[in-house]
């Protein structure tokens, strides 16, 4: 079998197995030259009182912590367990823990490994590794900040919702007047939708008036005249105006020099139906056309009104968890790569080279030669990157604003605040939040320290 | 009568501030004990410009007594660095600290030196009865604020609203001022939401108003729920100002505009909203951040007023002893005197609750008015959220700023917001 390259070890494995590499090798001199314990001692010594001090000791003391209290003075048993679990913070966090470890690195491996396999095939690859390798050399802190300007919500900032607007401005039009509402009380009421529906109900030769607000009267077209009220007449006759910008500001009363609305479509409905149709003119006057006996309602549908595309809120509570995944994976993806690219180095080309003389498509090539052959590697780099999931942090308190930090959190940054955050916390309960983030990121551990003994054996 | 109380009052401080640095030359607050050699340790969270200003009061200090202060600036964690060196038994001597819960808690803790019968006749006699309850803990008194802000200001660009714009006397004329700019079109309201704090301020601010002083305090010490009429009340009287055509691109907007970017959408070169509410920093981010001058189109009015009281929210930087040297005692000392403040009014950036420093020390109209508001309002209440414990009042993402956010993103929850923080305020307190 061939040996995968051994992985560059995340930095909380490091420890873990430069420790086991030590005690073999330390088992192994004294059983191969038989020299004396004494002098073993004298070489492991410094690798043990570090391991004491700076390990076993903060470990140990803080599994002894989680049982105290705030202040550490009384001990509580289990208490800040039961209190992790019941609250909804701590289960917030770890449910995001649990979609990062499950959706995170099997994302990153997979993209890691379709970047080695291609990359591999272009002229410039060591350029395109390069460059896929540089997000790492930046730190988590400075990736945060840039991520959290890629995704602002104001398009003049962020990049993907200046993208966003672009492309659906390219596609639709803007409304005439974003952002005009309805005059509270003025008989029109504003739907869910951005139509406006009259409130009350009336027949087929009323008179209607229905003021508009939330506009500057500046930005009214050069045509608009002053508004005028409709004559009565046959069928149903109105007047749009904007409420605003008038010689006396009586709310709801159309006072001297405020203007009409032109150019707003006018729909009457009929039970939910539309019956008929108009267009406001220069001075803000409708008509409809003759409709017979009966209770109408009228509407002015949304496309008048509708405010301008700005984009998705990305950072806000229903997106952030994936947003701060994606900047993840923009970071971490060059590194899956480049493990997977170094893996795919050593393995033989002679399989690859007979599947294709065999007739097997690159896809069958890919498919049943090469990621299975690969798999030693692409394991070791999955349980890597579950480790490094574990422990992520900076990203989501750069990421996520105060106002999704809850949706966001995690259990590395939930220990953290518990503990330190904002004017010194509970150590104990900080200290339990610990004892269960290393009882999660255990397994994987184990699992790599042994793979990397079985590699060396 | 307000401007001749004004007049009374600068009056006063003119004739106290004369006393005070006559007597000053003769006998300064430390100059009674010789603490040459001695050396002393302050901990605060100020650096840069404040370090500077504060490093020159010590200086002060120094010359007159001969000991040798060293400053460190812990920055935003100095809690963590305090509780650290506590556990580690070498405190500084004197901290100085922003959180009133850290004190209590530190006080409960035993680590902090009740100040000596001088000082307190000192607070007694230079600040509002008001200031020394929040340096007492059962009774006993720790510290006093050294360092004010008021959070009670309302901060808006003069270049848009006009030359003729007259701020609103009170709560129904700045909804009306609010909802005449939304009427033509524009988003006047700038709330930097993705901030709690910014929003719990808002709060105090109206509760302090609607409820008043004894139901504050009652509220800060969760002697009444969450739950309560009053609450609601405020919460509802606040919703009049939070409605989304006031706000650019309305709630979920807001929930996502920092404290920083909320003044820089006023102030900025691109204006998106024409008035903004915080404390006395705005101007210091105005400075910083945009090309708008503080005092000429940068300008203020205070928390327009829902009873008939002028209120003011209030925070502060609250100086306490460690240890109980000598040579501690006389700094603490220094520190309360109005002389220690002086030095760092002129320089600018500080207001002191001292009622005999002088108004016209400050170096500009903007920062005079403010400390005025401070010092006289009839009602001055410390920011409740500081008040609280922690982890109800100052966590990101939870507990009071939480509440608040959500109240700003949804009002119609606010039955369901006030009940699940009554709950969350039940176990934060019962924990202190």
Redesign the interface.
């Known amino acids: 079998m061939p040996t995968p390259p051994a992985p560059t070890p995340s930095a909380s494995s490091a420890p873990a197995a430069r420790a086991a590499g030590a005690s073999e090798t330390g088992r192994r001199t004294g059983a191969l030259s038989g020299g004396s314990p004494r002098l073993a001692l004298l070489f492991l010594t410094p690798a043990l009182v570090l391991l004491l001090v700076f390990l076993v000791y903060p470990t140990a003391y803080t599994l002894v912590r989680s049982l105290f209290d705030a202040r550490g003075d009384e001990f509580v048993g289990l208490d800040n367990y039961a209190t992790a679990f019941t609250d909804d913070r701590t289960l917030v966090a770890l449910r995001n823990n649990v979609i990062w470890v499950v959706v995170a690195p099997s994302l990153v491996t997979s993209i890691g490994l379709v970047l080695a396999v291609l990359i591999e095939r272009v002229r410039w690859a060591t350029a395109f590794r390069l460059v896929m390798f540089m997000p790492l050399a930046i730190s988590l802190v400075a990736s945060g900040i840039i991520f959290r300007l890629v995704y602002d919500e104001d398009p003049d900032r962020g990049l993907v919702n200046a993208v966003a607007v672009s492309v659906h401005d390219a596609f639709s039009q803007a409304s005439p007047y974003p952002g005009v509402r309805p005059r509270e009380g003025g008989g029109l009421v504003a739907q869910p939708d951005g139509a406006m529906v009259t409130t009350a109900r009336f027949g087929p030769d009323a008179v209607l008036a229905l003021p508009l607000t939330g506009y500057d009267p500046a930005t009214l077209p050069q045509q608009a005249s002053a508004a005028v009220p409709a004559e009565p007449g046959l069928g149903v006759r109105g007047l749009v105006w904007l409420d605003v910008g008038g010689a006396d500001d009586r709310p709801g009363q159309l006072d001297a020099d405020e203007r009409g609305v032109p150019g707003v479509a006018v729909e009457v409905l009929s039970g939910g139906r539309v019956v008929a149709t108009a267009t406001t003119g220069d001075d803000g006057r409708f008509t409809a056309p003759d409709l017979p006996a009966g209770d109408y309602a009228l509407r002015l549908p949304a496309h008048n009104f509708a405010e301008p595309f700005r984009g998705l809120t990305w950072l806000g509570p229903a997106l952030i968890t994936p947003v701060i995944i994606s900047a993840w994976l923009w970071v971490m993806a060059g590194f899956a790569m480049t493990l997977i690219a170094a893996g795919l180095a050593a393995i033989p080309r002679d399989a690859q080279e007979a599947a294709r003389v065999d007739g097997a498509t690159e896809w069958q090539v890919f498919r049943r030669v090469t990621v299975p052959l690969l798999s030693p590697v692409l394991v070791v780099v999955l349980v890597t990157l579950v480790i490094n999931v574990l422990k992520v942090f900076d990203l989501v308190f750069v990421i996520a604003p105060g106002s999704a930090q809850e949706e966001a959190n995690v259990l590395a940054l939930q220990m953290w605040q518990v503990s330190f955050g904002s004017g010194g916390g509970d150590q104990g309960l900080g200290s339990a939040l610990a004892v269960l983030l290393f009882l999660l990121v255990a397994p994987a551990m184990v699992f790599n320290v042994r793979r990397f003994k079985g590699d060396r054996s | 009568m307000r401007a001749f109380r004004i007049v009374a009052v600068a009056a006063a401080a003119v004739v106290l501030a004369g006393c005070t640095t006559s007597a000053g030359h003769s006998a300064p607050p430390g100059a009674d004990v010789d603490l040459s050699g001695q050396r002393i340790e302050v901990a605060a969270v100020w650096s840069d410009d404040e370090q500077a200003s504060f490093e020159r009061v010590l200086d002060e200090f120094e010359r007159q007594t001969g000991a040798e202060v060293t400053y460190v600036s812990g920055g935003d964690?100095l809690?963590?660095v305090?509780?650290t060196r506590l556990v580690g038994g070498a405190p500084p001597d004197v901290a100085i600290v922003s959180?009133p819960?850290?004190v209590h808690?530190m006080a409960v803790?035993g680590a902090l030196v009740p100040l000596d019968a001088a000082t307190d006749a000192l607070i007694s006699e230079q600040f509002r009865p008001v200031w020394k309850e929040w340096g007492t803990v059962d009774g006993t008194l720790y510290g006093f604020v050294f360092k004010a802000s008021n959070k009670s200001t309302v901060w808006y660009d003069a270049d848009q609203l006009g030359e003729d714009f007259v701020p609103p006397a009170d709560w129904d004329a700045f909804i009306d001022l609010l909802r005449?700019r939304?009427?033509?079109?524009?988003a006047p309201l700038s709330v930097g939401?993705?901030?709690?704090w910014t929003l719990t301020d808002w709060f105090e601010n109206v509760y302090l108003q609607t409820a008043g002083a004894q139901m504050y305090d009652k509220l800060a010490e969760h002697e009444i729920p969450w739950t309560h009429d009053s609450v609601r009340v405020a919460m509802e009287t606040l919703g009049r100002a939070f409605q989304p055509?006031f706000m650019p691109?309305g709630r979920?907007?807001a929930?996502?505009t920092?404290f920083a970017d909320s003044v820089v959408n006023v102030f900025g070169d691109?204006p998106k909203a024409e008035i903004v509410f915080e404390a006395d920093f705005v101007a210091g981010v105005i400075a910083e951040s945009t090309s708008a001058t503080v005092g000429q189109d940068a300008l203020f009015f205070p928390f327009p007023s829902v009873g008939d009281t002028s209120s003011v929210i209030t925070g502060g930087d609250t100086v306490v002893a460690l240890t109980d040297r000598p040579a501690t005692t006389a700094l603490v000392r220094f520190l309360a005197s109005s002389q220690a403040a002086d030095i760092w009014v002129e320089r600018g950036g500080f207001i002191s609750p001292n009622r005999e420093v002088e108004l016209d020390g400050y170096p500009d109209e903007t920062t005079r008015r403010i400390a005025d508001d401070l010092v006289n309002a009839r009602n001055v209440r410390f920011d409740m959220s500081d008040l609280m414990p922690?982890?109800l009042g100052?966590?990101?993402?939870?507990g009071f700023?939480?509440a608040m956010?959500d109240y700003l993103?949804d009002p119609d929850r606010l039955p369901q917001i006030l009940s699940d923080l009554e709950a969350e305020a039940g176990a934060a307190y019962a924990?202190r």
Request: no cysteine; aromatic share 2%.
């Open positions: 964690e809690p963590t305090l509780s959180q819960a850290l808690s803790d005449t939304s009427d033509i079109g524009g939401g993705a901030d709690g055509q691109g979920a907007s929930l996502q920092e691109d922690t982890s100052a966590t990101r993402g939870d700023w939480r956010q993103g924990r």
